[in-house]
Every structure is written in C-alpha cells, then in structure tokens.
C-alpha cells in the first residue's frame, strides 16, 4: 500500500528525537493483497468488446454487451473471493466462505467466453472458449476455501462461537477505518490501524484457545462497539471544526483500549500457560508412581 513519507522535518512528521519502536508500527505483519495485478488485468481484457458491440448490428450488439457483463462480473467475484481467501488464511478459525466466489467467477468467465464467440464464431468454437477460460481461470487463482477452520481437539460448536464473535469484532475495527477517514488525519488514522492490530492480537489468542472466549467476550463485543461509536462521533467532530481537545481525547482513549487490550492478550497467555504448566506437572507425577522417570537433561 503506497503511504506518503513522514519524517521528523515533515508536516504529519513525528517531533525530533522520538524514534518509533520496532515492529510497532501500524502496518506491522501487514502483508501484499494478492487481489490486483491479474485481478485488474480480468477488468481490462474484455473492454474491447464495447468497440465490438457498437459496430456491430442489434443482435450482435446484444450478445458482445452481455459478454462483457458477465467478464466484469467474474473480475469483481475474483477480486471478493482473492480478499475473502486472505481473510479466511489470515485466521485461526473461519468458516469458510458462504459463496466460493472464485468458483462462480471461473464459471461466469466460461459464460461470458461462450457468448462472446457465440457472437463472434459459431457454437462448437464458444463452447471450446468456455470450457478453456473456465478451466485456466481455476488454475490461475485456485479454488475457495470449501471447509471450516477451527483448532484441533475442539468441537465444531466452540469453534463457530469463536467465528462468529471474531466476525462480529472484525466489522466494529472495518466500520472504525472507514469513520476515521472522514476526519482527514493521517496520525489519527495510523494510531487507529494500531489499535487494530494490538486488538487483532487479543482476536488470534481466542482463536488458539476458543475456551478463552468467555474471558475476552466483552472486549470483542461491547469495549470494540464503544470504540466504534466513540470513532464516527470523532469524525464528525472533527472534520467539521478540527478540535484540538477533541483529537486529545480520542487519541487518549485509544491509548487506554490499546492498553486494556494488550494486557488482556497478555493475561489470556500466562494462563495458558499455567494451564500447560499444570497438565506437565500431572504427567511427571503420573510417571512418577508409574516408575518411569523423566529424563533430567529436558527439564
């Protein structure tokens, strides 16, 4: 993603002599979407059927048109199901995805192929472009995820509660991106993709463990649905009278969620830990009366 320079001499610059701490940065672990590139080639290929539709008689004209319906369509179901596939990889638990966009879109690039060279050629000739271009497109972008991601040794049922409120979370940190644009900061705007990370991590430590769900509940739900009203009230404020003392706040209050966040992150994985702690101490002991003694050169 291209982001304006920003040094210290710079007008969104940090002061002199702050030095930003390593990997906490907004984008940090922040990776290249694959939907571009051949994605936006697949909007631009069948343009030229719009000069072949307007040269040609009311018939032909139709078909070329609905050709490039259907070829634009499956550039935009490709790109939605490259970006649904990143999100479903992205996580430990997901559901896959209820259109296997990508599927639809090799199919509809087969139909768009089929009419165009039933247009343009005969019936023998569309079918070889249709089963062709619905072919290569499956090979070029791959299929949809076509199962559940969950976590071994947990039942199907704690893994879609776990789905379920990390989606639920992920659209409060979606609504709060899209209301801290109207404000035009661009520090703000960093300070928020912050905040989405650190919370991104609490998300993950869930999504390992789904027993820690009860724990983090209100944090996924009602702490990230404030957070997103406290946003869009921001925005509105600010981009209309740039307040001073409103930013302040805002940014204060980021602060303290970013905060409360990480330490429950952290308080989720001491307890893990302890939990791991204890289930070795149960097996040592277990060996024990058993007669068999551990090995001292791994303790």
Known sequence: MAQRYGGKHSPDGAPAGANAAPNTGPYRGAKRTKAGGRVNLLFLAPLP?????????????ALYLAALGLLILAAWLTREGILAQEAYEARKVARRPALPRKIVGSLATGAGLFVAGLAGFGLIEAGIFAILGA????????????????????????TDRVARAVDEAEQHLTAMSEAIKRAGDRQIEARVEQFKTTARELFRTVEEDPRDLTAARKY??????????????????????????????????????????AARTEKLLRDDRSDLDIEIGVLRDRLQREGIRPDSNNE
């Open 49 to 61: 059927l719009i000069w072949k539709a307007f040269t040609s008689d009311p018939v032909m004209m």
């Open 135 to 158: 072919v290569i497109h499956s090979f070029a972008f791959g299929l949809d995820p076509l199962s559940d991601k969950g976590v071994d040794g947990v039942d199907m049922f704690q």
């Open 220 to 261: 996924l739900s009602v702490y990230l649905l404030g957070a997103r009203d406290a946003t869009v009230k921001f925005a509105d404020i600010y981009g209309r009278n740039r307040d001073s003392q409103a930013k302040a706040d805002y940014v204060a209050l980021l602060d303290d969620l970013s905060g409360n966040f």
